[in-house]
T-cell receptor, first 114, second 113 residues
């Protein structure tokens, strides 16, 4: 069965530190890849997505992610985090021809200390 | 544009009862997906409806069912509730294909006692 792994469950950073959150998936076919964020008390919202083309995708709020097909990875990065980035981050995979069905990773809780 | 709305927001039920949750998608969106979120299992896909037809189904028992109406509103039903069904149930709507962003609602917090 397809699975999505996020290696870091909890991350604590100071403001201005760089962020990289890992995401690996197990499905070998064509996939669409997503990062979602859930700020405290708010809905899940889309940060960025990859369908095809340039494997380096940019999203909202200065986030970017790189798709490395050979490593089945889609890591999220931000060069300099802010206190307002404190949230839970979810990687998700959608198999081609599977409608809108998303398989989510377990999530990473990020705390940014001011 | 109004977002995805889910009702009720909170619900307490007893084991063995059944429950119906409702989701109103963003106007014009034809796809509605349901997810269960728990601390132990994370976010798990339940099912997706598109134009009143179930398009995908996750790995949940038959006690979990859903439907979609002609106005795209969707309901999910859980029969014979178990303690393990306590969770946040999220609904997401989309115009159709994964090329479009899915918008998530605030969820319904179900507690089974």
């Amino acid at each position: 069965a397809q699975s999505v792994s996020q290696h870091n469950h909890h991350v604590i950073l100071s403001e201005a530190a760089s962020l990289e959150l890992g995401c690996n998936y197990s499905y070998g076919g064509t996939v669409n890849l997503f990062w979602y964020v859930q700020y405290p008390g708010q809905h899940l919202q889309l940060l960025l997505k990859y369908f095809s083309g340039d494997p380096l995708v940019k999203g909202i709020k200065g986030f970017e992610a790189e798709f490395i097909k050979s490593k089945f990875s889609f890591n999220l990065r931000k060069p300099s985090v802010q206190w307002s980035d404190t949230a839970e981050y979810f990687c998700a995979v959608n198999k081609d021809n599977a409608g809108n069905m998303l398989t989510f990773g377990g999530g990473t809780r990020l705390m940014v200390k001011p | 544009k109004a977002g995805v709305t889910q009702t009720p927001r909170y619900l307490i039920k007893t084991r063995g009862q059944q429950v119906t949750l409702s989701c109103s998608p963003i106007s014009g969106h034809r796809s509605v997906s349901w997810y269960q979120q728990t601390p132990g299992q994370g976010l798990q896909f339940l099912f997706e409806y598109f134009s009143e037809t179930q398009r995908n189904k996750g790995n949940f028992p038959g006690r979990f069912s859903g439907r979609q109406f002609s106005n795209s509103r969707s309901e999910m039903n859980v029969s014979t509730l178990e303690l393990g069904d306590s969770a946040l149930y999220l609904c997401a709507s989309s115009p159709g294909t994964p090329l479009y962003e899915q918008y998530f609602g605030p969820g319904t917090r179900l507690t089974v006692t």
